[in-house]
């Protein structure tokens, strides 16, 4: 099946907004086994639409098109689409009487010019859309089945999901189930994963198990994406396979699915009725960011500091004299993180300390990483040096340190090498 | 002049990247006063680019072409520009050269396949890339010229400031000068600034002073793009527009061009021999990462300190005793601020202390932001509600605790009424 997406808007096509609803578009198709073969990007503008809609009309089987569904003048998607395939618009009365409840539902009055939003093309199918007032539609444009959506992007993506793929999903006569199963790695490149994971797809000797992957550093995220008669046979198909990606990646896997590492680490100390002290130098706050502000995250997050030099890293962890010289250990960032956890009363420390490379930001600069994790009991350390740039030790180092907790919460080896280190 | 952009690359199209550079590309174009007309997104395939291509040739007058452009069997700009243009490959020996060059500077051998980087229609005029081994170049397909740019972001926008926006800008034969003057604010919407600068393109008589803007919340940027006969012509219509835009918007201003807001409070800071203690809640680290990783920031940012629960931001700025209890109040934030300074020896103390409404996020979740600024001799305070939901309020937070500061430190008025805030 020929797959267009049209997105459509002045904001999108002169940059004044990163077209993150193409990209959003285009994944959630590739993980359900569709394929996007052609992207248009124009503005609000009537001669541009209709050539788009009549272009994409003749070259594909289905296209969706993205924005242009408000109540403004320059909204002109319904208008176009009933020009482009020869007919009328009309008012769409079942959608008038949701927006009135729309409006009803929040004690306002539903301005006049909302009512453009429910006239739709005579022949249009309407797509439901339960948090706007953005009516989506499909309808015929030459041989292609156009599906229209609004620009809000958490309205889009519902729309997608609940009323779009699935009719896209019947038209391709395929397999009536699909799944998508994710997990997240940190610590291994692409191409290292892609050989680790070598023939994988092929323990589901039918072709229904398709492996990828997108990077987006430091994380990576691995893909599979499974077609099935339905959920129970997606189940099956998926038992091995994903169980081989879980041995294979081992311990480099850090959450899968919709889990976050942060999410990881705070359900495991809030299992234990855990609490957190952090100390971060280069970080200058990151890795604070990455936890202390979800709801419950209070409980847990008792108290970060952010120091750049080592006095005052001494100090921020309550440690009395003057910090030693000479080179950053990782036995420094244990005794800091000790220091911590004893000064904030809780359960574990963590410090994150880093000597970044002297001199102007270059490729070629890098940071010596030394962390420490600290309970009541032991004092555990791992070291690493990543070269890239500031940005790359930095959102290594955020990454790193997070992990290198996660790892020791689950009981696993914190020090494993990992393939953004120099040695 | 009809310009369009054409993106190409699997990644682009199956959305394993977000497409940035088509916003940039885009943007850029605007800022020099070309409007981009259609947009077209193809991947690394030989029939949608000959396609694209051709279809651009016979609507634009200019298309800029991105990707496509390295050494592996999937780039495929070259090949099917010179398809497209009914032309030959041919070898081009100075490229091959520089590149020959780009790897002895590096101590490497070139790979052969490198060799095909240097293979380029006949007709093309070379597109210098002074950074990289993919070689820009220009021709003619159909009515249109065609400008085909590498797809690694550095490398692009070099080419497009340096080769590409010149040649465009000769083409459309207008005024030879172009300069983007940029204002950033914080604390105005859009629209309100909008009709806060009505009239100010009208200072300039002839219609060579454009308006525009670029909201990324909390920011906002206002752009003036300014045509002339050459930079002194510009420079002379600027000026009054320029004066108008800084005495309309006054304070709310807190850097020009590349300045940023954090760039200036350090900057502050540094004329001062200043120093900084910080304390924070909910932001939760987010202040601290906008200023401490800086080159420099090392001796203005002392320490930074997140907590969640009073007590625990208590002892952080090292209040001895029980904090008080009862609603937070600016006078608190005040309070800490001022022993965070002493407690760190620092010249200013920053205090943003947050009150999250209760229960689950949603749109009308609001957070009270309590910010206190102490030094040696005087504390000031500011108090404002944010209504919006946890991310909303957690960047907002960010904003105008750091936009207080700069305000206190260029001895403006810390507490000025600001649209995003609920009274």
């Not at 049209?6 to 394929?35: H, M, P, Q, R, W």
């Not at 809000?152 to 006569?173: C, F, K």
């Amino acid at each position: 099946m020929q797959i267009e997406i049209i997105c459509t808007g002045d904001e999108v096509l002169t940059g004044k907004i990163v077209n993150s609803n193409f990209s959003y578009i285009s994944t959630k198709l590739e993980d359900a086994g569709l394929t996007v073969r052609w992207g248009t990007t124009v503005g609000d503008d009537r001669d541009s639409l209709l050539a788009a809609f009549k272009q994409a009309g003749e070259r594909a089987d289905a296209v969706i098109v993205n924005g242009g569904l408000g109540p403004t003048v320059d909204d002109l998607s319904q208008e176009i689409a009933a020009r482009a395939a020869g007919v009328e618009l009309t008012l769409h009365e079942t959608w008038l009487k949701r927006m009135e409840e729309f409006f009803q539902r929040r004690s306002r009055i539903m301005p006049p010019n909302n009512r453009k939003q429910a006239m739709l093309p005579s022949t249009a199918e309407m797509l439901d859309n339960p948090i706007g007032t953005a009516c989506g539609f499909a309808l015929d444009i030459g041989k292609a089945r156009f599906f229209f959506t609004p620009g809000v992007p958490r309205e889009l993506h519902r729309m997608l999901a609940e009323q779009i793929i699935p009719r896209l999903l019947a038209r391709t006569g395929a397999a009536t189930a699909i799944h998508l199963k994710r997990f997240h790695s940190y610590g291994l490149g692409e191409s290292h994963v892609d050989s680790l994971l070598e023939g994988v797809e092929a323990l589901v000797p039918d072709g229904s198990v398709k492996l990828g992957f997108r990077a987006h550093y430091p994380q990576l995220e691995t893909k599979l994406t499974v077609r099935g008669a339905d959920m129970d046979d997606v189940r099956v198909k998926l038992a091995p396979v994903q169980q081989e990606v879980r041995k294979r990646l081992g311990n480099f896997i850090m959450a899968e699915d919709d889990q976050t590492l942060e999410g990881v680490i705070l359900a495991a100390l809030t299992e234990r009725a855990g609490t957190l002290a952090l100390i971060e130098t280069f970080t200058s706050g990151m890795i604070a960011s990455r936890l202390a502000h979800w709801p419950g995250a209070e409980k847990i997050f008792v108290r970060g500091a952010v120091a750049r030099s080592r006095p005052q890293v001494w100090a921020s962890a309550g440690i009395a004299g003057t910090p030693p010289e000479g080179e950053l250990t990782p036995e420094m960032a244990g005794t800091v993180a000790a220091a911590a956890r004893r000064q904030s009363g809780t359960t574990h420390g963590l410090a994150v300390l880093i000597a970044v490379d002297q001199g102007a930001d270059r490729i070629d600069l890098g940071g010596s990483i030394n962390i420490g994790i600290a309970t009541a009991t032991e004092v555990v350390t791992r070291r690493a040096r990543i070269v890239g740039g500031r940005d790359w030790v930095r959102l290594g180092a955020v990454e790193l340190g997070l992990d290198c907790l996660r790892r020791y919460l689950l009981g696993l080896p914190v020090s494993e090498r990992i393939d953004f280190e120099k040695v």
